[in-house]
Nanobody
Framework: QVQLKESGGGSVESGGSLRLSCVVDTYSSSNVCMGWFREAPGKEREALAAIRSDGSISYEGSAKGRFSISRDSASNTVFLQMNSLRPEDTAMYLC?????????????????WGQGTQVTVSS
């Protein structure tokens, strides 16, 4: 079973940057797709970015142009670099693993979620 632990959230002023980290349990973590999502009060969960085991990357909506996903295989960590933050980026940020490796996130039985790290952006 893949286990995830996020860190790096906090409070920042508009225009600032944060780098989120997600440490991935090494056991059974090969060939999984890793992704970042966020949840804001009153809004649906939003996909931000994903990185596959082959290194290919995709971004969704709000993340395009301001956020960057990367990984460090040596430390089993996936990062989300967030720049030019805005108050509307305030949310709980979640790391996730799609054990199918496809980044489709359609099968809840194959998805693993971290507990999240809070990001608050003030104007």
């Amino acid at each position: 079973q893949v286990q995830l632990k996020e860190s790096g959230g906090g409070s920042v002023e508009s225009g600032g940057s944060l780098r989120l980290s997600c440490v991935v349990d090494t056991y059974s973590s090969s060939n999984v797709c890793m992704g970042w999502f966020r949840e804001a009060p009153g809004k649906e969960r939003e996909a931000l970015a994903a990185i596959r085991s082959d290194g290919s990357i995709s971004y969704e909506g709000s993340a395009k142009g301001r956020f960057s996903i990367s990984r460090d295989s040596a430390s089993n960590t996936v990062f989300l670099q967030m720049n030019s933050l805005r108050p509307e980026d305030t949310a709980m940020y979640l790391c996730a693993a799609d054990r199918s490796g496809s980044c489709s996130w359609w099968d809840d039985d194959l998805n693993v979620w971290g507990q999240g790290t809070q990001v608050t952006v003030s104007s």
